[in-house]
């Protein structure tokens, strides 16, 4: 929060404005978070009962695993459109991988399910690779190659099911990270847990994160530093296509079966959401993942309290997008001051 | 692209560009003179070269129903690429021009039943559409011309949101189902109805594009947003009221996605709460695919009207000769990154 202590620094000393240093400091997403959960647990008694507190909980993994490879890309100055697509391609090569190494082989299910996981993280990597390279050898915008992606992914994930679901995984895949629990949590929060702590690392301790703030910040500066710009620009894209395939494969494991319709574009704009309320900037070089991950929860949080609080759904997209608004237009008035024309 | 790096390299907008692309970008400044013509004709080649390709495998492309077809189908997708490009202009977009057209067509519709439907003066009827129609889009271009550029939030995050209200109230008021009848005297004015021989809603996108074309390339507001497309800060600094252009700027696009949304309520004979679907991003491919640049600062009608007519006759192409529709993404995606490549390497070719 630099841009947050410049500011303190320079807005005078009125102790009228502690408040709003307090606000500036911490950020708003924890305030707004707070607010929704405590407005939410008074209203509703299930809002904080362990089974919603725990799909609070799950659906906020998922969402916060492909966020922060969307932060990653974002922070690096370009966009990826398509991580929903991806999640449904992984979801349905995984399936049918799996399937089919499941009746070919038949001995023991750990190699076909390592085959199915090995596919689907393989496609959603050739993918990131696909956009990665062409974005940093054609130099064309990162939102029109994703744009193309994300529907090239979609009818290859509809052409390879014909928008069927895809059975015949073996068992104990659904069972083993689907649906199995450790101290009470489903393993898909741990997994997010370790992505956000191993990205984290990344962004904070690599060359390859700092590169990626530079690369984000001044593109040419970073040249002129020496810094080869291709392959971090392809890292980045090639990370958030194989967290989005992450996230295909874990619900493919939750509802168990490979299905083209999961993920999709409502995953791929709240991924974007979440990056841009977690306060990555869009002009690049500015965003931690940390703080996206706590945007994503707040996003599932949300949803999940407009439900229990039995919000008309066909009026809760009109608040989520309200808030979303706000929330950025509040965060982009606090560091108003700072560097833009 | 970083602001710092624009300021260092951007020269001060020329005013001598039309349309097309004549003006050298910030970024490929120096490079492109040469290439003036076959940037320009590129496209139109390929679009022949398409036509000519699909007429060999299915000789129904070439015949003049199929052709008025195509073109009534492309100036849809025109109107709306023309939307899309008034904002790409000035570095924006607008995630909400699928949900505002949804969001129109209902509320023009439920205006229509308001007034008595088909029984009511026709005039009247397809008036309080008109007027209805405009309302609600112009307040969706206002909400995101205020949030873009008087709260300084990025135009994704803007229309975003904006995307997600509109939907709310095209399901609300409409109760997520479709609002039938639609008088005759709608669909006439908008669909049906024909000037000279062309039907109605290709005489309309001329029009439309006319009219556009003049004002980008002859009016002060106009050309004002090619200079904030190609450098905000020279544009402010040369006293151009950069924020009250860039709220027209959303309000007109809102507003021509709204005549496109009438077109389309005509076509289907009701109000459809999803009539929009996936029209953001195709309006916002077909723009770029005829040459619009992100960047902002470079495109124009032609630009809108031949990205649009690529891909109509592309899908066309590809349903008459029976070519599954999965496919017809990928071959969609792979053309429309194609298309940005092919811009790409035009303009580094020395």
Redesign the interface.
Known sequence: MSSATTLSTRSGHASSQEMLHLVLRIGLLPILMAIVIIGTSLLSPYFLGWMNVVNILRMASFLAIIACGQALVIIA?GFD?SVGAVVALASVVTAKAMAAASAAIGGPEIVAIAIGIAAGLGSGIAVGLFNGL?VSM????G???T??????????G??LT?GIPVYGMPNSFVQAIGRSQFLGFPLAIYIALAVILAMVFVQRRTLFGRYVYAIG????AAVVSGVSIRPHLVGTYVVSGGLAALVGILLTALVGSGQASLGG?AMM?QS??AA?IGGVS????IGRVEVVAVAALFLTILGNALNLLHI?S?????????I??LA??LD??SR?RTA?? | MSDANLTATGKAPGLEGKAGGERPSARASGLSFGNTWLRKLALPIALVALLGGFALADDRILTSYNLLNIAQQASYLALFAMAQMVVILTRGFDLSLGPTVSMVSVGAALAMMGMGGGEANGLVVVAAAILAGFALAVACGLFNGVVVALLGVSPLVATLGSMNIAIGVATTISDGRPVQGVPATFSQTFYTGSILGLPIAIVIAIVVGGALAFVLSRTVFGRSLYIIGTNPQAAAVAGIPVKRLLVLAYILCSALAALGALMMTARTGSGEPNLGGTLSLQSIAAAVVGGTSLAGGRGGVATAVLGALFITILSNGMNLTRIDGYVQMIVLGAIVILGVVLDRLRLDTR
């Open positions: 100055g459109l062409c054609l130099k064309v915008s939102f029109v190659v744009l193309g992606t994300m529907s090239a992914a979609a009818g290859i509809l052409l014909n910040g001044n593109q040419e574009d704009l974007i959401a841009v869009l002009r690049g070089g008309d066909r009026i809760q997209p009109i608040f989520l997008g309200l979303m608004v950025v237009a982009e008035f108003r833009r024309v």
